[in-house]
């Protein structure tokens, strides 16, 4: 496919936006009142993103996520100005925006202590957020807007199914502090009256001349009636009454 028909199809998609349609058109014009508009809506949906993030305490917060937003308009922006001036398309722009984004938000993702990774929903979402912009820069305007409220319902009402399903599985895996690693026996012998199964165990070699027995432990329910009536948070609560452990979590 030439740059000129990718020019003509990338306009015609631009023109038949929904929104653009109840604008009769006007907003689909390249022209510096079109160009406010789209910077204007990059900017909320940027620091919106932002503002969600960092109210939850994460990585990435309200200056990163609207700068994406921001950047990533501009440069569909250039795309478009330089196929309506010149007949050709330069899709790299665009391209090494999104990239670039990807590479920002691959950056904010964290390891913790317990080699959990932190950070892989903000670093995603930050992602979709340049994609978003670059959306508002072509003029797709109901693709930009229904990518962020299916954005919103997923930060939002998700985390409480994910939650749900999570406690409604037989399997979780749990971060495991031992005061002595040689209570590792005593604790599988509690898991298999308690009608648990241990699965896979790994030891973190870090506390390896520490004394303490630190590991990351699969764990599958077996006992019908803890499937029945108990959640991970109980089990696991019931765990942490055990003398010897220092710390007991479930991993996310």
């Not at 999104?98 to 932190?118: D, E, F, M, P, R």
């Not at 599985?169 to 026996?185: A, G, M, P, T, Y």
């Not at 308690?194 to 599958?220: H, Q, R």
Request: glycine share 6%; with cysteine; charged share 15%.
């Amino acid at each position: 496919m030439t740059p000129l028909v990718l020019v003509d199809a990338a306009n015609e998609l631009a023109a038949h936006d929904p929104i653009d349609i109840l604008t009769r058109g006007w907003l689909s014009q390249f022209n510096i009142w079109t160009i406010i508009i789209r910077l204007a809506l990059a900017f909320i949906i940027g620091a919106s993103f932002g503002f969600e993030r960092s109210r939850k305490r994460h990585t990435a917060g309200f200056r990163t996520f609207t700068f994406v937003a921001l950047f990533s308009t501009i440069a569909a922006l250039l795309d478009v100005y330089f196929s309506a001036n010149y007949g050709e398309i330069i899709p790299a722009i665009t391209t090494a925006v999104v990239l670039g984004g990807a590479i920002i938000s691959g950056n904010t993702l964290l390891y913790s202590s317990k080699n959990q990774i932190k950070g892989l929903t903000t670093a995603v979402a930050l992602w979709l957020t340049a994609i978003i912009g670059a959306c508002l820069g072509a003029g797709l305007y109901t693709a930009a807007i229904i990518g962020v409220v299916l954005a919103f319902i997923t930060l939002s009402a998700m985390p409480r199914i994910e939650v749900y399903m999570k406690n409604k599985s037989n399997h979780f895996e749990i971060h495991l502090e031992l005061k002595n690693r040689n209570d590792l026996v005593n604790f599988t012998g509690v898991i298999r009256k308690l009608g648990l199964k241990i699965t896979d165990i790994e030891a973190n070699p870090a506390y390896n001349n520490t004394g303490l027995g630190v590991y990351t432990v699969s764990i599958t329910i077996n006992s019908k009636e803890l499937k029945k009536y108990k959640t991970h948070a109980e089990i696991i609560e019931a765990l942490s009454t055990l003398d010897y452990i220092n710390c007991i979590e479930e991993i996310d």
